[in-house]
């Protein structure tokens, strides 16, 4: 089993920035990528972005790319949510998630492992 606990959420100004970090345990090795996904109130929860644990390699979603950036520290087993130029509309509750596939995953049903969730509210 994988573990995942996220923190770095709170409230935000419009323009502000936040990162959230995603600590992993356990069986961490049998997760190859790590995503972050997000879930508004009243709406389905959507993916965000994804990263490689040994390329590094990412994606994301369209609406945040350019504002928001996802890293890992192989040696921490953290990944992290970099998220800049922030917006009302990305007030949702922000979910890491680990995957044992080896592509880049984009749909929930492909990640194994979810966190709690934390909480980021961006006021205007």
């Known amino acids: 089993q994988v573990q995942l606990v996220e923190s770095g959420g709170g409230l935000v100004q419009a323009g502000g920035s936040r990162r959230l970090s995603c600590a992993a345990s356990?069986?961490?090795?049998?997760?190859?990528?790590m995503g972050w996904f997000r879930q508004a109130p009243g709406k389905e929860r959507e993916f965000v972005a994804v990263i490689a644990w040994s390329t590094g390699s990412t994606y994301y979603t369209n609406s945040v790319k350019g504002r928001f950036t996802i890293s890992r520290d192989n040696a921490k087993n953290t990944v992290y949510l970099q998220m800049n130029s922030l917006k009302p509309e990305d007030t949702a509750v922000y979910y890491c998630?680990?995957?044992?596939?080896?592509?880049?995953?984009?749909?929930?049903?492909?990640?194994?492992?979810w966190g709690q969730g934390t909480q980021v509210t961006v006021s205007s």
């Open positions: 356990g069986r961490t090795f049998s997760t190859n990528t």
């Open positions: 998630a680990g995957s044992r596939s080896p592509g880049l995953e984009t749909v929930r049903s492909a990640f194994n492992y």
